[in-house]
């Protein structure tokens, strides 16, 4: 599992660091915004771990941007804020954790087991984690935005049955039939997979 820790306090970066690779993940570490969006435009990451305290902005914004990017990648905050507005703001932007400083190392991994240790649904060479809502193909993370995300979690978890478009609907921002064939291509694009029509019901994923 492949992370980027972006954490502007030195000697705790390494720290963590030094802990997570021994724990077996692999890590890149940023200790600015400016580094932190060089690795994340060379590499893909299974995770983000952000400080939100940064010395030239903060993580949430710098998430924010990501997300605008079409950046699904699962974050985590690591951050000495304690207050319930940066805390809404991050789960707002699909955080899916949020821990806060001082804390022991143990502690961050025993929240990282946490949150991936579900079991993953596989079509064909797609693999799915629902804890993390993280897909995979040829174990690379792939990136779909959120609304197709969303279609396509709805299509993968009813192998074999229709869903009906007004099911899909509930997956858009602004509901309509063109909205709903945009993310069905872009998935299409994204995979290289068949999804099919099923003329005034619904979209299906064939049984492989």
Avoid: W
């Avoid at 914004?61 to 940066?86: G, N, Q, V, Y």
């Avoid at 049955?161 to 909205?179: I, K, T, Y």
């Amino acid at each position: 599992m492949k992370l980027l820790l972006l954490e502007d306090n030195q000697i705790l970066s390494e720290t963590l660091e030094d802990f997570l690779i021994r724990a077996g993940y692999e890590v890149d570490l940023a200790l600015s915004e400016e580094e932190a969006e060089e690795l994340t435009f060379a590499n893909r990451y299974d995770l983000y771990l952000f400080d939100i305290n940064l010395p030239s902005g903060n993580g949430l914004d710098f998430l924010k941007a990501l997300r605008h990017a079409e950046d699904e990648t699962p974050t985590i905050f690591i951050t000495a804020l304690t207050d319930m507005d940066s805390m809404a703001q991050g789960f707002e932007l699909d955080a899916i954790d949020y821990i806060k400083k001082p804390f022991e190392p143990e502690e961050l991994l025993i929240r990282l087991k946490a949150k991936f240790r579900d079991d993953i649904l596989y079509y064909g060479n797609i693999q799915y984690d629902p804890k993390s809502n993280v897909f995979r193909q040829e174990d690379e993370i792939v990136h779909m935005g959120k609304v197709p995300c969303r279609v396509f979690t709805k299509l993968l978890l009813n192998v074999g049955n229709v869903v009906a478009q007004d099911v899909l609907f509930e997956c858009l921002e602004q509901p309509s039939g063109n909205a709903l064939r945009v993310a069905i291509t872009k998935i299409k694009q994204k995979l290289d997979i068949e999804i099919t029509n099923i003329r005034g019901q619904g979209y299906m994923l064939e049984t492989l």
